[in-house]
């Protein structure tokens, strides 16, 4: 799976969007890009995933440049709830290859 | 989303014991189910995946006969932690793939804090 690069904290008010942005110069043609969280002590959550249209989803937006060599996540209306780890992850989407990698993600800190 | 569960939440145990951790997958099947371990401000790292009815693959630098696994139905894989001693201390977590969700999105437990003293 391609590797991906985070910067590895942020900073958002709330009430603002946060825009996450990643980089995965590597991806394949088959190869996914997926966005997972993981608040303090918890499991990873799913947020959304896309080959290289947009997609948007009750919890976000997820913003694929046209050479698809990065992507951005976009959280419209940040609270403090959202505070936590974001990692990009690209795989294929079926077959045994197709492994969830973590990379180091962004710590996104939600401030009043 | 769908709902992966994991039992116990939390274990203490003492050294050299040990102790066996469930993952189910509650409103969906998977023949494919992962185990992550997690250290303190670290990433998830992959241990081995769990495919129903067959032995596990495991990551390269894990122990197979330390973390046995098992994946004997398609809602429930087991991860023992044989003789554990201090240093297997972790967050163990879980991950089960829904087939028939799209592009089988892979869904997350809450976690298993395991401290061997």
């Known amino acids: 799976d391609a590797k991906t690069t985070q910067p590895t904290s942020m900073d958002c008010a709330e009430g603002r969007a946060a825009n996450l942005p990643c980089n995965h110069s590597t991806i394949s043609g088959n190869e996914y890009v997926y966005w997972y969280r993981q608040i303090h002590s918890q499991g990873p959550q799913y947020i959304i995933h896309g080959l290289k249209n947009n997609e948007t989803n009750e919890m976000a937006s997820l913003i694929i440049t046209e050479d698809r060599k990065s992507s951005t996540l976009i959280l419209p209306h940040a609270t403090l709830r959202d505070t936590a780890v974001y990692y990009c992850i690209v795989r294929v989407a079926r077959g045994t290859a197709s492994k969830l990698t973590f990379g180091t993600g962004t710590r996104l800190q939600v401030t009043l | 989303g769908a709902v992966v569960s994991q039992h116990p939440s939390r274990v203490i145990c003492k050294s050299g014991t040990s102790v066996k951790i469930e993952c189910r997958s509650l409103?969906?099947?998977?023949?494919?189910m992962f185990w992550y371990r997690q250290f303190p401000k670290q990433s998830l790292m992959l241990m081995a995946t769990?495919?129903?009815?067959?032995?596990?693959?495991?990551e390269q630098g894990v122990e197979k006969d330390k973390f046995l696994i098992n994946h004997a139905s398609l809602t429930l894989s087991t991860l023992t932690v044989t003789s554990a001693h201090p240093e297997d201390s972790s967050f163990y977590i879980c991950?089960?793939?829904?087939?028939?969700?799209?592009?089988?999105?892979?869904?997350f437990g809450p976690g298993t804090r395991l401290l061997v003293l």
């Open positions: 769990s495919n129903e009815g067959s032995k596990a693959t495991y």
């Open positions: 409103d969906f099947q998977a023949t494919t």
């Open positions: 991950s089960a793939r829904d087939l028939l969700a799209y592009q089988e999105t892979q869904y």
